[in-house]
């Protein structure tokens, strides 16, 4: 899996090692046409807004799923920007309806996707508002528990898979928080 933040397109390739080439891209129809990638893509399976400019994306399989069927869950920034294409109108992409178009201010989101490769869909199972960042992030599904890092913020939180916010912390200094991720640090070797 590849997250694409300048396209706001995740890419899953096969064959890395030996003859790369695009499984399915999951992305704006409108932002891929005339490109000769639009038949790579994923149909959604109801109307929402998509990620964009997301990071951290992360593979998460469930054995109650179908073969074939998995989760992606990523911080989606949920602010439309390429400066490798400063030309497209994010604002008229149809797929975007929920998404901002600054970096001072607007609402990014935790996004979990079910895909089903078979079917060639993706649906939004899940979304939880988070602090707003335009750029860096992460998030981290753990115990039952959300932590996202909301990284202009200098923040990162906790909350339960519904969306209930059990705290926050913020710190000072540098930057950005890049990412935050929680290890339990079992079977580690310290000498």
């Known amino acids: 899996m590849i997250s694409s933040r300048e396209t706001s397109t995740i890419i899953k390739l096969n064959t890395i090692y030996t003859n790369p080439s695009i499984d399915y891209m999951i992305g704006s129809e409108q932002f891929w046409d005339s490109t000769g990638y639009e038949s790579q893509l994923l149909t959604k399976t109801s109307d929402f807004s998509m990620q964009a400019g997301q990071h ?12 074939g069927q998995y989760y992606l869950y990523m911080f989606n920034n949920n602010y439309c920007y390429s400066s490798t294409r400063s030309d497209y109108k ?11 178009f600054t970096m001072k201010s607007g609402t990014s989101y935790y996004y979990k996707y079910l895909v089903d490769e078979n ?19 992460s998030s981290q599904e753990l115990h039952g528990q959300l932590i996202a890092d909301s990284g202009i913020q200098m923040s990162w939180s906790v909350y339960t898979l519904d969306g209930t916010l059990l705290r926050t912390y913020q710190t000072t200094g540098g930057k950005f928080l890049y990412r935050v991720l929680q290890y339990d640090l079992k079977d580690y070797l310290f000498q």
Request: no cysteine.
């Open 56 to 67: 951290y994306v992360t593979y998460e399989e469930n054995n109650s799923l179908p073969k």
């Open 90 to 100: 994010w604002q008229n992409d149809t797929n975007y309806t929920n998404a901002f």
């Open 119 to 137: 079917a060639r869909t993706v649906s939004l199972v899940s979304s939880i508002q988070v602090a707003y960042s335009p750029y860096v992030s």
